[in-house]
Structures are given as C-alpha cells and as structure tokens.
C-alpha cells in the first residue's frame, strides 16, 4: 500500500537553513601618489579607511593601494570611491610620464563615467588630497598650479568660503578650522568660467595675510557632488605630525625657516582637540559616509544606530 502524500511530507528532511546572504563591500582604491616615499599619510588613509568597515550600517568597506606615481599602476572603474593621496615634489613632475598619463585617463574616465550615469548609487566618488589636489585642478583647469615664494608648514588656518559655509563635509568645523598644511605648491587665480561650466564651488581659502600682498591660495573645491579636492592633509593626526616635528633635525629645520614661535604654535596646535583632531574626525568620514549613503540607497533616511 502506498505512503500517503501527507506521511511523505511528514517524514522529510527538514530543508537546510540556508546562511544569510552576504553583503558586498564597498570598495575603496587608494591611488598613492607618494612616489616610494616614507610617509605617515598613507597610514593615516588606512587607519580612516579601516575604522569605516562596518562602522555605517554595518556596511563593510575593503581597500586596495595602487602605486599610481611609483610603478604607473592605475585601479579600474570596478571601484565605488577613490581616494587620491598627496605625494612629494611638484604638481608637474609627471610631465611627460606614464603614470601621468594613465592617471589623467584615469581622471577623465570618472568624470566620463558620472556623466552618463544618472543613478547616484552607480556613480564614482573621489577625494583627492593636496599633491592629487593640485593634479586634479590642472586636469580639469580649474585654477593655475604655481610655485609658492615660501614652503607651508604647520597646522594652519583654513577659511570657509560662503560655499564652504554650505559644505556638508565642513559641517562642525570652526571658521576657520585647522588642518595639517604642508606644501611648495599652491593653486590660485580661479577660473571663473570653468568653475561656472562644471557647477564647481571653491570651498576655501588659505590662512589671511593683511601684510603679505599675494593672493590667497584655494584650499578646497567641490567640483561635483561626487568629486572634492582638498589642498590640505585632513587625514593627519598629532601622531603624524610629531613623528616629523620631534626629530631634532627637523626641529631645527622649523626653528630655522620659521622661528621658535613658530615651532611652538605647532607643538601648541598638535595637542588642542579642537584643531587637528577635529579636522580628521569631519571630512573624511564624512566623505565615506555621504558617499556609502549614495552607493546604498537601501540606507536613505535611516539612522546609524
């Protein structure tokens, strides 16, 4: 006699739970511009960058490094966010080179890419920082990239403008606020019609010389709501910073191009909360997270917690 179609039911293998599906990463590619230079940047990206996995809606971030300017290697557009690092010696060094050039195709590729692409959660988001900064705005010819009379060094000023004012990711931030400013290069004398024609917006300024008859260098422009540059390290920490300024030979160095009252607004900078420390909780987590919002619009409207 046949087993009745209930009995067969009633007698199966309960069916295996099947595992929780897994999330995707978001994936973030650090184009490092550092050239095979020692550095405390990079370890400052990797720690931000590290501290984000699973830190907003328990979204988990992976990252890989190209060496862009050492070994002309260049990350495909398979990628959700790019970090550009800042990097030695000058904006134009690459002139001529391989890696430039794969980089500026890289650059033009993103830009590309956004502009078809209408979904905000497909589109690629960059934050390129000083060295990457200055590239970023030959690329796009946003301003002239020139040489500075004098080297920046310090944790100096950083003024909002009225767009900067508006800037979520300055959002917090004192005006001015400080941050960790190291340079030769600068950028300067806008272009108006080029800023005008891409929607781009100069977020900041530099530090205000009433003495000095100069123009006041750019410190930050957003040139879409996926794409910002910043002239300065916001990745920095005091940890970064010491590392350099202790070391007696670049005490001495600070002492001799800038005077001890100068080295000893340094040192005073380094331990306010209310400065470096708060320059490197803002932006770039923010950007992260602004950035992981868009990538995941599962996330829109929902807290962190």
Not at 1 to 21: D, E, N
Not at 36 to 41: S, Y
Not at 252 to 263: P, S, V
Not at 275 to 280: E, F, I, M, S, V
Request: aromatic share 10%; net charge positive.
């Amino acid at each position: 006699m046949p087993t009745s179609t209930i009995a067969q039911k009633t007698h199966r293998r309960p069916a295996t739970p099947r595992p929780p599906a897994t999330v995707a990463p978001i994936r973030v590619a650090i184009l490092d511009l550092y050239d095979n230079l020692p550095n405390e940047g990079m370890r400052c990206i990797k720690e931000l960058l590290a501290e984000s996995d699973g830190k907003y809606w328990a979204q988990p971030v992976a990252f890989e490094v190209f060496e862009t300017r050492y070994k002309a290697e260049i990350c495909s557009l398979d990628f959700d966010i790019f970090v550009s690092t800042g990097g030695p010696g000058s904006p134009f060094d690459g002139d001529g080179k391989v890696w430039e050039r794969r980089y500026f195709n890289w650059w033009e590729a993103v830009w590309r890419h956004n502009q078809r692409e209408t979904r905000a959660h497909a589109r690629k988001y960059v934050f390129a920082i000083c060295h990457s900064f200055q590239m970023m705005c030959r690329f796009f010819r946003l301003a002239e990239v020139t040489k500075r009379g004098s080297k920046s060094f310090g944790i100096m000023p950083i003024h909002k403008t009225p767009a900067g004012e508006r800037e979520p990711l300055y959002a917090g931030l004192d005006n001015p606020f400080y941050a960790a400013d190291f340079r030769d290069w600068q950028v300067v004398e806008p272009n108006t019609q080029t800023l005008q024609a891409l929607g781009a917006e100069i977020l900041s300024l530099e530090k205000i010389r009433p003495h000095v008859p100069l123009e006041r260098s750019i410190t930050a422009i957003r040139v879409s709501p996926e794409i910002i540059g910043v002239q300065f390290h916001p990745e920095a920490d005091p940890r970064s910073m010491l590392v350099h300024a202790v070391k007696p030979e670049r005490k001495q160095d600070i002492i001799a191009r800038h005077g001890e009252k100068k080295y000893a607004e340094l040192m005073s900078r380094l331990q306010d909360p209310d400065c470096l420390a708060a320059t490197r909780r803002a932006i770039i987590p923010g950007f992260l997270q602004q950035a992981i919002a868009k990538l995941r619009p599962e996330f829109s409207g929902q807290s962190l917690n």
